[in-house]
């Protein structure tokens, strides 16, 4: 058998695309594998990154919670002084200048400074509208701090 027989050739050629064949899907197959094994360890490490975030996320929704309930029992016991009469709202306003040359000061009051107290219905609304403003300012510091701690934990 001669070297140069063609079915000697063909076997070797066979033998040798066989073996590149091979050892091309096999370190096809080994990266494939290496790159799952890394795929599962990065799920890994985001799923505890996810569960830390989300126990973050909790304590400040926990806090911003307890700081809304707190707020609104200042509100509530505001809202009541007011409606009994323990606390009066007023504003400052100008009084019309009187062409007499005494002036009356309120007794107790120096300042000469002129206030109107507020009816019941507007000082309800005051405390509505400020109630709102303060509890969207909360919402939003809350949420800011959460994005800051969260954003670092990356």
């Known amino acids: 058998m001669s070297l140069f027989n063609p079915w000697v050739l063909l076997g070797i050629l066979m033998a040798v695309l066989s073996a590149a064949g091979g050892g091309y899907f096999k370190g096809q197959h080994d990266e494939n594998t290496r790159q799952q094994v890394e795929i599962a360890a990065l799920n890994?490490?985001?799923?505890?990154?996810?569960?830390?975030?989300?126990?973050?996320?909790?304590?400040?929704?926990?806090?911003?919670?307890?700081s809304q309930n707190a707020a609104r029992t200042k509100e509530t016991k505001l809202r009541a002084d007011v409606a009994s009469g323990a606390l009066?709202?007023?504003?400052?306003?100008?009084?019309?200048?009187?062409?007499?040359?005494?002036?009356?000061v309120t007794a107790g009051d120096n300042s000469g400074e002129t206030r109107t107290e507020l009816s019941g219905q507007v000082s309800e609304t005051l405390i509505a509208i400020a109630s709102e403003g303060d509890s969207a300012i909360r919402k939003l510091n809350q949420c800011i701090?959460?994005?800051e701690t969260l954003k670092g934990m990356k």
């Open 88 to 104: 009066r709202l007023s504003i400052p306003t100008q009084s019309p200048v009187c062409s007499t040359s005494v002036t009356a």
């Open 44 to 66: 890994v490490k985001a799923r505890e990154t996810e569960q830390n975030m989300a126990k973050v996320a909790n304590t400040y929704a926990e806090t911003l919670r307890k």
């Open 145 to 147: 701090q959460t994005y």
